[in-house]
């Protein structure tokens, strides 16, 4: 099991990362909250990661902090919840977000996020209820500064991001629209569409 990496991040394209550990790249795909922590392109990260085995992919998913390790893992332990479900709930919602819905049984705020249906969102709050107080709180990540490739804008980049979270590109664009300014990177346009899908 790969239980962290440490190394120099190459690429950052929400939601996939590519990191060099000693001359080998690691693609790992990270909730948007990890990628507002991220430092710029060449500098060293540090992730807690949690490896997926299926048979047809070994696929590795990074984390900012220990606790949105904990809570993927929980999350993957619930019926109908897999890891693109998972790290749609931890893109939508902060750790602290996501367990206050959980402690006052908020559906309503829990279907908001792309693959989370009615149903989906009752069983999160009754499979995790009792998994609240062991799964403690989360830590606040840190801002970090973008370094957004070249080839896409941050506007496309953005919808991209949005796309791999789970929704259509209409509604993708939309939220862009309403919610962003052409000045923002893409992480802050990334999160502004999504406290906006929040509200």
Not at 125 to 131: A, G, R, S
Request: proline content about 5%.
């Amino acid at each position: 099991m790969i239980g962290r990496l440490t190394g120099k991040l190459l690429e950052k394209n929400p939601p996939g990362l590519l990191v060099d550990v000693q001359g080998v790249g690691y693609e790992v795909d990270a909730p948007m909250s990890t990628f507002y922590s991220l430092p710029p392109l060449g500098e060293t990260v540090s992730l807690y990661t949690h490896l997926v085995v299926r048979d047809d992919a070994h696929l590795l998913f990074g984390f900012a902090t220990s606790t949105e390790r904990v809570l993927f893992r929980a999350l993957l332990k619930v019926n109908g919840v897999g890891a693109k479900v998972a790290l749609s709930i931890l893109s939508g919602l902060s750790t602290d977000e996501f367990l206050s819905c959980v402690a006052t049984k908020d559906v309503a705020a829990l279907v908001r996020v792309p693959g989370i249906g009615k149903k989906t969102a009752e069983r999160l709050l009754i499979e995790l209820q009792d998994k609240v107080d062991s799964l403690g709180v989360g830590v606040a990540p840190s801002g970090g500064a973008p370094n957004a490739p070249e080839e896409l804008s941050a506007r496309s980049q953005a919808e991209e991001a949005l796309a791999a979270l789970g929704y259509k590109p209409a509604e993708a664009s939309r939220l862009l629209d309403k919610n962003t300014t052409a000045d923002q990177t893409v992480e802050q346009m990334i999160r502004s569409a999504l406290r906006g899908a929040a509200k």
